[in-house]
Nanobody, 125 residues
Framework: QVQLVESGGGLVQAGGSLRLACAASGHTFISNPIGWFRQAPGKEREFVAAFSWGGVSTFYADSVKGRFTISRDNAKNTVYLQMNSLKPEDTAVYYC??????????????????WGQGTQVTVSS
């Protein structure tokens, strides 16, 4: 059983930075790559960033490319999302998820079966 716990959310001014962490247990990063998604009020959940199946490559949504970076610390079983140059439109609940299907793309939430509880990120203008 895979368990994921996010942390690091909070309130930040536009232009600021936050680093989210996703601590994983019962899981290996190779067999179950981690992805980050977010959901703003009244909107559908959307893809943010993820490792590829096998964990070699990374993928980003166009809206965060160049500002966000996904990384991992295998020794700590933790995946990070470094978020720089934050904008008010980045405000959302951020979720990390463990992917269980290689048949769907890294950005397809239907390929992820294990989800954390989410952490709130609020960016003020």
């Amino acid at each position: 059983q895979v368990q994921l716990v996010e942390s690091g959310g909070g309130l930040v001014q536009a232009g600021g930075s936050l680093r989210l962490a996703c601590a994983a247990s019962g899981h290996t990063f190779i067999s179950n790559p981690i992805g980050w998604f977010r959901q703003a009020p009244g909107k559908e959940r959307e893809f943010v960033a993820a490792f590829s199946w096998g964990g070699v490559s990374t993928f980003y949504a166009d809206s965060v490319k160049g500002r966000f970076t996904i990384s991992r610390d295998n020794a700590k079983n933790t995946v990070y999302l470094q978020m720089n140059s934050l904008k008010p439109e980045d405000t959302a609940v951020y979720y990390c998820a463990a992917r269980t299907s290689s048949l769907r793309s890294s950005s397809d939430s239907r390929g992820y079966d294990y989800w954390g509880q989410g952490t709130q990120v609020t960016v003020s203008s």
